[in-house]
């Protein structure tokens, strides 16, 4: 028994060119925006190893030695450690696999190696998502991932057009999306990470931070980039009103502002008071552990701390999506909160010997005034009618910040005017501090979100008032009231650059942008922040309690079990039932072959049948007529409802003798 | 291992299989006969998503989720696409031109894969004798396939077990199933070149007249003798050789021949008669003369012509002697 190779055995195939083109335009799809993020070397040198593949396969050279291969590894990879000196973390992790595309692409002549690539193709879509998981990522994605599916197909059929391969694979795919759609909701979900993450896994993440120096808001607030977004039930607040509380900074070192020791404190919900909104709120990863919440939060999120100057914080950074749902009120019921003596203290503390002019405006407030509330009230009239700007870029400032943007510069971001004035409060002797969060946000009339945005990012005052508790004071607001009322689009000077999407003149890119971000949103809530919360929720509503992995993995066999054969039975279903012509015919010649007359395959019916009547004398005229109703029904044009039944009659009828 | 267990016991075998062999007419595969087992790439495809499964846990990649059981459910289409390659499937099987013992015998096979949609990338394999074949059948047409069986004795030789696999589309599963449908190849005796019988005794009594040269049917060529007609040169020949032939014409005067078994030395053994015999049916068909065989109970009166040897050899082909 001689045993040939096996012709249909990846490992004996040899790629082609066809293979080698569609393999490297999938991987260059795959590739294409991890190269915004590689260093521009390896870009190159990856591109250059397809290049070589294909010059290799075009002229028929030899692939270079597996020592050359080893050798060019051995370098890139020296070039990533120098570049990152890591190989481990997740970008250099990334860019690796890219280059191991690149070399697997060089050692590859079977289609098994081939094959391996295509995966590493697949393995390649998941590191995109990474660092992106929006709609747009998804959809290119979804393109790497019909072309990768086409190339393995065309592994299997190096004979077939392309065309076909494509269609192949958009059927196969179609056929995926039920099972993957079943796994997807009821795959017992795991809330990761299951081991520690590299040092740099979210290094991407903008937001907050926990200082405030001059330039760093005004840097956050020329990003478009998604802060939170928050749906409320019922009533929305107005803009002025929605203040989004992030993190409160106590230190000052005379040029940036810190939160210093966070304290925890109990926390006791809200009952009543004014402006009471309940809502929920999907948080854009950060990592931090930072909440946003409308002004004064009346209840706790789920699994969230409270510190003692009213923030909000999840238990570990905010790493991935999340969303918690509360009540927020903007003007509580009952006496203002006492302070403790130590934060009063601390909200009076000020770095000794900077900012002399401001001190002495501070001291002449004072004097001027009678009560604490009243140097608040005159501090914001000073600003109001200094003639102040608001700008996006702002003046440099030197040692005496605060000074020389009263005084000499007059122009700043909103982190200027707060960090100015809690200086001239503390100055004046009321305590104050610094609160950092976002102020507005952005409503959309499709499903009535709001969209929080980087851009929304926003410094302001709180002071402490006796018998009033602490009390929210915007300077900025107060120098420069369009930017609470109308945003910050408004408040800036025509001229100087916004965020694109804050550009008055182009409104119809804006309403194309609401429908784009209520579609985002829904992307959001219900693909990305699905998680194993949404999960069990979904199984209440499937009618099962207390969801465990259990019940989801009976319920998820159930249903990709029912699927296989409802795809079987599709599969067969034009094979089963045959047109009744053909089943007819079907069924007379088995009664003549039972007789001994076999139609051979090259056999046409007219041929079949005359030998047919030549062999069985004694049914020749009813073997002719059928085999004449046949040949009209299937060739000519006299296919009609009767003559159809006619030919089955026939056939049924049929005795042979 | 498992296969050798099979093949001592053919009856579970069939059991197994679900038909008994030889299976006349069509052959269907029907659902039941299409096995389907994950090839190693799709072992290798498995691990790949389990990689893809604990990074998505891992990094609460939803996007990567999606990506997971989309190529799970890849997988999963992938299995029944492959299954539906070979399942339902019409196999037919065409004439097999007679060959001599020692040749290889050319089984036709035609696949019909019904008119829904086309089967790539199928590959047939004569189990025994490894001879395979990879095929596309088009929608709506028939695909043929053509396994080289080698012959090793005259008389039937029954085509044996064929295997039909496919791992279209995505090469993650190997479907398969098996098929030995009723086809046989007349095989000849293997033809043993030796000089027609000379004029012996018995030839003298008839069974080989004086065979006289004619020109109606051309028998070969001979050396230019000076007395040839120069329409008899064969010129095309005469170009290529640069010798001087004549083509050589038998007429109705030639002669008639008898092959006959017992012409043959007593010490032969009867395979060896009959390769002689086919031999001379051979050489006795090349020289054009009429000729008859003879075997013991059997006798085919002279002729000559293309189905006269044929009916001579199979007779050779299938003689059983007592």
């Given amino acids: ?657 | 291992m498992i296969g050798a267990l099979l093949e001592r016991h053919p009856r579970f075998a069939n059991r197994l299989y679900g038909f008994t062999p030889p299976e006349h007419g069509t052959v269907v595969l029907v659902h039941r006969r299409v096995y389907i087992v994950p090839a190693r790439l799709g072992w290798l495809f498995a691990a790949t998503l389990g990689i893809l499964l604990i990074g998505s846990i891992n990094y609460a990649l939803s996007l990567g989720f999606a990506l997971t059981f989309l190529l799970a459910g890849l997988g999963l289409a992938g299995m029944v696409h492959t299954a539906r390659n070979l399942a339902r499937m019409a196999i037919s099987v065409g004439r097999a031109e007679p060959v001599f013992a020692g040749e290889s015998a050319q089984f036709r096979l035609y696949l019909d894969g019904g008119p829904g949609f086309d089967r790539p990338a199928i590959l047939a394999r004569h189990l025994a004798a490894g001879s395979q074949l990879v095929v596309d059948v088009p929608a709506g047409g028939l695909a043929e396939v053509v396994l080289a069986v080698p012959a090793a004795r005259r008389g039937w030789l029954p085509l044996g077990r064929v295997m039909l696999e496919t791992r279209f589309p995505l090469g993650l599963f190997r479907a398969w199933s098996y098929i030995e449908p009723a086809a046989r190849c007349l095989v000849y005796p293997r033809p043993e070149r030796s000089a027609l019988p000379p004029p012996s005794a018995e030839a003298a009594a008839g069974a080989l007249r004086t065979q006289t040269t004619g020109n109606d049917d051309f028998a070969g060529l001979r050396g230019y003798q000076a007395s040839d007609s120069p329409r008899h040169v064969a010129w095309k020949a005469v170009a290529r050789s640069d010798v001087m032939l004549t083509k050589q014409f038998t007429g109705e005067a030639a002669a008639e021949l008898w092959l006959d078994w017992r012409l043959l030395p007593a010490g032969m053994g009867p395979e060896q008669r009959l390769s002689r015999l086919a031999g001379w049916v051979l050489a006795a068909e090349r020289t054009g003369a009429h000729y008859g065989l003879r075997l013991p109970g059997l006798e085919i009166a002279p002729r000559r012509g293309d189905s006269h040897s044929a009916a001579c050899l199979q007779a050779l082909a299938l003689y059983q002697p007592s």
């Fill in chain 1, 1 to 657: 028994m001689t045993q040939a190779a096996h012709p249909l055995a990846p490992e004996v195939r040899l790629v082609d060119t066809r293979d080698l083109a569609w393999l490297i335009g999938s991987l260059l799809i795959v590739i294409a925006p991890h190269t915004l993020r590689a260093p521009w070397w390896l870009t190159v040198l990856t591109l250059c190893l397809f290049g070589w593949r294909l010059y290799c396969t075009l002229n028929r050279a030899p692939l270079p030695s597996r020592w050359l291969v080893i050798g060019i590894a051995a370098v890139a990879m020296l070039g990533i450690w120098i570049e990152y000196r890591t190989l481990f973390g997740r970008q250099p992790g990334i860019i690796l696999l890219m280059l191991f595309a690149g070399l697997k692409l060089l050692e590859t002549r079977s289609h098994r190696d081939a094959a391996v690539a295509a995966f590493l193709g697949y393995f390649l879509i998941i590191t995109n998502f990474l660092y992106t998981q929006s709609m747009l990522t998804a959809i290119v994605m979804c393109g790497a991932l019909y072309t990768i599916t086409a190339t393995l197909i065309g592994f299997s059929a190096p004979q077939r057009p392309a065309r076909a391969n494509l269609r192949t694979a958009a059927l196969l795919l179609a056929h995926a999306v039920p099972a993957a759609l079943a796994l997807f909701f009821l795959f017992p979900r795991v809330q990761g990470p299951l081991w520690g993450l590299p040092q740099d896994a979210y290094s991407g993440l903008t937001g907050l931070s926990d200082s405030m120096s001059p330039g760093n808001l005004s840097r956050l607030a020329q990003s478009d980039a998604i802060a939170f977004r928050a749906e409320f039930e019922g009533d929305t607040p107005p803009q002025p009103l929605r203040y989004w509380r992030g993190p409160v900074m106590w230190d000052f070192d005379g040029r940036s502002w810190s939160t210093g020791p966070t304290l925890l404190a109990d926390f006791t919900p809200l009952e009543g008071g004014r402006g009471r909104y309940r809502y929920g709120v999907v948080l854009e990863a950060h990592n931090r552990n930072w909440l946003f919440a409308l002004e004064t939060a009346a209840t706790l999120p789920e699994r969230a701390r409270y510190t003692a100057d009213g923030q909000l914080l999840a238990r570990s950074p905010v790493r991935a999506r999340m969303r918690y749902d509360l009540v927020s009120v903007i003007a509580p019921a009952g006496p203002g909160s006492d302070e403790e003596p130590a934060a009063l203290r601390r909200a009076l503390r000020r770095p000794p010997g900077f900012n002399a002019r401001t001190v002495a405006l501070a001291e002449k407030l004072r004097a001027a005034s009678s009560s604490d509330a009243e140097v608040v009230t005159r501090a914001i009239a000073l600003l109001r009618e200094g003639g102040y700007a608001y700008t996006l870029e702002p003046p440099l400032l030197g040692a005496d910040s605060v000074d020389e943007f009263l005084f000499d510069t007059r122009a700043g971001f909103c982190e200027h005017f707060s960090s100015a004035f809690v200086f001239m409060m503390r100055a004046a002797g009321v305590p104050a501090r610094v609160v950092t969060g976002y102020q507005g946000g952005e409503l959309n009339p499709v499903d009535q979100i709001i969209t929080v945005r980087q851009s929304d990012a926003h410094a302001w005052a709180e002071v402490f008032l006796r018998g009033r508790g602490w009390v929210r004071v915007d300077p900025t607001a107060a120098a420069v009231p369009g930017r609470i009322q109308s945003g910050l689009a408004r408040a800036l000077p025509a001229g100087e650059a916004l965020p694109l999407m804050m550009r008055p003149q182009l409104e119809w890119l804006r309403a194309v942008r609401f429908r784009w971000d209520a579609l985002a949103h829904k992307w959001n809530v219900w693909v990305l922040g699905y998680n194993p919360e949404r999960q069990r929720d979904l199984m209440l509503l499937l009618g099962i309690r207390d969801a465990d992995w259990r019940s989801l993995t009976a319920t998820l066999f159930t249903i990709l079990g029912v699927m296989t054969l409802v795809l079987l039975a599709w599969s067969l279903r034009q094979l089963v039932r045959p047109d009744p012509v053909q089943r007819a015919w079907g069924a007379f010649c088995r009664k003549l072959a039972a007789r001994g007359v076999e139609r051979v395959p090259h056999e046409g019916p007219r041929d079949y049948s005359v030998r047919a009547a030549r062999a069985l004398p004694g049914s020749r005229r009813a073997i002719l007529r059928i085999a004449w109703l046949y040949i009209g029904l299937r060739y000519g044009s006299q296919a009609s409802a009767p003559a159809v039944a006619r030919l089955r009659r026939l056939v049924r009828q049929l005795r042979l003798t």
